[in-house]
Every structure is written in C-alpha cells, then in structure tokens.
C-alpha cells in the first residue's frame, strides 16, 4: 500500500509510485541533458571518469615499488619516501578542496585535464628523481591529479544516472579505484624489478598519461547541464505539426526493459555540435567576467559542508579505510619480504590480489545489490525512500573487516603461510571496496543537490586522517609489534563501522534539522 504523505525533507522522497519506478532528478526535454543520453554515450563518459580514478589510484600506490631502487641508487631514506607519501595525501584532499569551485564554474571537462597534466607532471619530475627533494615534492603532483578523482567522479556520475542508479555506479567507480590500487603497486613491482628499473616506472606513467590526455580532449564530453533553466513538467505530445510549444512534436525514447526500465519523453532540440561538446571551457550561465572572484566566494562557501553530519560520517567510514591500507600495506613490504615468506616486489605486489578479488565482490555488494535493497525497502514503506535504508548494508562489514584484520595480523605475527593471511586480506579489501560505496552513496541520497561539495568534505576528512596515520603507522608498529596493533585497529574498524548505528536511528532528524542549511548552501551557492 502506498503512503499519500511525504515529508519534504531532503533525502526523503518518492522512489515508487504503483509499482514503477520514479526517476529523480527528473529528465528535461532537453536532448543535451546528461540524463537524456543514449546509453552508449552515457557509458562511455561513465567508463572515462572511472579510468582516470582507477589510474590515479594506481599512480599514488606505485612510489613504494620504486622505494628499494631508489634507496640503492640514490641514498634516499624509506623516512623521506613516508614523507612524501603524507604530501601525497595533503595533494589529494586540499587538491579536491581547492578544485571544486572550478567544476561549477568552468565545467567538469577541465577539471579532469588539468588533473592528468599534473599527474603527467609528477610523473616526469618521478622519473628524473636525483634527490630526496625530488622523491618528495613528485607526490604533491600526483596528489592533485588523483583530486579529480575524489569528488569530481561522483558528480559526472550523478549528471549520468539518476538516484535509484547511483550506488550501482559508484561501485563501479570503487571498483575501478580498487583496481588501481591494488593493480598500481603489482605492475609497478614487475617494472621494477625489470631490466629497464625503477625509473621506468615513472616513465610508463607519462606515457599513459599522454594518452589519455588525447583521449580525454576528444572523446570525453562535457556533463554540466543548467537544469534549472529547463521545464522537467510532463510533456504533451502531438503526432500532428504544430507552432504550440505546449504540444510540439516529442518522441518517446524507451530504455531496455529491466530493473531501471523506464520511458523518457524528449522534445525535439537542437543538440550541441561536437566541438561544442568538447570545449576546453564551457562557462557557468552565471559566470561574471573570468570567474576570479566566484571561485574565492564559493571556495569559502564550500567551507560550510563540514557542519552536516551525514559529511562527518562518511568521511570518517571512508577515511578509516583508507587508513587501514597504510597499515597492511606497511606491513606487507616490511615484514614479507623477510622470514618465513622471503617475498621480492613482484611477491608483496603478488598479496594484494585476495585484496582485488574482495574489493571486487565489494563493490557490487555495497553498489548493485544495495540498489537493489533500496528498492525492497521503499517497497515495504509505501513507496517512499529514506536515505538511511542504504546503511543497513554496513552493519556485516562490523563482522567481515575485523575478522580480515584479525587473520592478517595475527598471522603475519605468527608467521602463518596459506590460507589464513591471504583470506584475510580477502575480506579485508571486501569491506574496503563496499563501506567507502555505501557511505558516499548515503551521503549523495540524503543531500542529492550538494554532490560535489559533500565529496569534497569526505576527500578533505579522508585524506586527513590517511595522512596522519601514514606518520605513525611505522611507529605504532614498530612499538606494539604487527600482532597487537591489527588487534587494536579491528577494534576500531568495528567501532567506527557501529556508528552506523546512531546514524539509522537520529539520520533522519539530521536531515530534518540541517534541511534549511541545505536549502540555504545550495540557493547561496548558485546565486554566485
């Protein structure tokens, strides 16, 4: 039975309506609306935006395969390279920060080219390393071409698909962030450990960087679309020619039957020329001038996200994650390259595959089937969704990821060989790969028109306490031995997992109470 009454409240909203499926936002008549795409086109965008953050995920993961060559050769401390890797993450989530203004104002396409040339840089500079200068400030670069990644992503997904798909694409995006970072350091260990040495690994960087800059000038389109400028009012069609723009001539464009079937009615527009598409720069309809003073207001503006908790939150999920990758990573290249394992670089790149496979099926647990979940769910309340029915998909990792820690930490502490370590690397990157989606997607249903800026708060609370952690998790390590800190950290993955908890129960009065600090964020920052 569906429920007549909907509160207006920001993350709540009608997702059925008889059974079928109400598409949010609603699709304009506009033929260059992201949302109106042909699927090919929208997969396309959708698979370029994933490959650029699966590479940058590589990228940033690939300087510890090039640590051993670079002590041999040039003397350069493994201390220096922890610092560099701390300036990583300072370049990622103040690279996210400070980049957001830019995607609003001169659209996203030059936000994502700006970041490939920055990794393109510290690749480069990566390459000619000749001190330890050199091995520090190259990660600031690549910091920053990952920022695109951070919360940009996200965004062109949210122009592409509409809400009730947007866990199943963000699981694609964690996927391919999965790939990167569990991929990055393997392949790098085979370069490496190759005849052309570690320098080649920055080389093969630039390389693909190259690449992909072309292919991202020519192929990749631009997804800012003014909505608010277009009627989203049902349209009336008419088989008959007409001068009416009430009835004009529309066509129905219906999408292959399934799960997120539905029919789209488009009228007929002129579209935008290719090289229309592809513009380095396509202003705001609002830009004054060059923008200069827009971008400082609405960098200060962007200030305010920090003030919602569901931002708090998610940031926390994901940047606890991240967090425990510092430790198992560290772990992997101090303590199994020694007895009883004796692994090379290509062995401890090797461990991260169970990571893969885990990060994998995470990725459609917390992207696909939560969809699915959501849908179930709004079916059992009437029709209506509530953002937090994504969190109860969270609740097994408080199980999965501790349990991982426990059989990776104590049996590296114990010196444990198969099967122990390697499935607990497995599960460990199965709640890698899901929690960060579940989060983020939470965050993205309960405030839908602050998508960028909410993933900017994540990047800035992940990246900061990634970055934290990378300082001391040598010497917690070092102090406690590899046994009791992963029993520590599992503790703490379990309590940070279990605030899900509070949000479940109070969620949804947050919401209610930042709804007109929503309202607010979002009306002051497009009148910018």
Known sequence: METTDIEDLPGTSRLLSHGQIILSPPPTKSVNDPLNWPKARKYWHAIL??????????????????????????????????????????????????????????????????????????????????????????????????????????????????????????????????????????????????????????????????????????????????????????????????????????????????????????????????????????????????????????????????????????????GVQDAWLTFYLTVEDDNWSDAPWYYGDVGVGLINLPCLIGAVLGCFYGGYFSDLFMIWMAKRNGGIREAEHRLWFLFPLAIIGPLGMLLFGIGTGQGWSWPGPYVGLGLIGFGWGCTGDLSMAYLMDAYPEMVLEGMVGVSVINNSIACILTFTASMWLDSQGVQNTFIVIAALDFFFVMTTVPMIIWGKNCRRWTKSRYLEFVRIRDSF
Request: proline share 4%; glycine share 10%; net charge negative.
């Open 49 to 318: 935006v994933c490959f650029i953050a699966g590479f940058t995920a590589a990228t940033s993961n690939d300087a510890g395969s090039a640590q051993f060559g670079e002590n041999d050769d040039l003397g350069i401390s493994y201390a220096a390279m922890n610092t560099g890797a701390g300036v990583l993450f300072l370049g990622i989530g103040y690279g996210t920060l400070l980049l957001s203004p830019a995607a609003w104002l001169w659209g996203r396409r030059i936000t994502y080219l700006f970041c490939i040339t920055m990794g393109l840089i510290g690749a480069i500079w990566m390459a000619k390393t000749q001190s330890t200068s050199d091995s520090i400030w190259n990660q600031l670069f690549v910091g920053i071409s990952e920022s695109c990644a951070e919360a940009n992503v996200q965004l062109s997904l949210s122009d592409l698909f509409y809400e009730h798909q947007r866990g199943t694409f963000l699981g694609v995006y964690v996927l391919a962030t999965s790939v990167g970072t569990y991929l990055g350091p393997l392949i790098a260990g085979f370069i490496g450990d190759s005849n052309l040495g570690w320098r080649w690994i920055g080389w093969w960087a630039v390389s693909i960087s190259v690449g992909t800059v072309i292919t991202f000038f020519f192929t990749l389109e631009e997804t800012m679309f003014d909505r608010d400028a277009h009627e989203t009012k049902p349209i009336i069609c008419s088989q008959e020619p007409t001068t009416d723009p009430e009835t004009a001539p529309c066509e129905k464009k219906p999408e292959t039957p399934g799960l997120f079937s539905n029919e789209i009615v488009t009228a007929e527009e002129q579209p935008r020329t290719y090289w229309q598409r592809i513009a380095l720069i396509t202003p705001a309809s609002n830009l004054v001038g060059f923008g200069f003073r827009q971008y400082s207001t609405r960098l200060v503006h962007t200030m305010r996200i920090f003030s919602f908790p569901a931002v708090i939150y998610s940031g926390i999920q994901w």
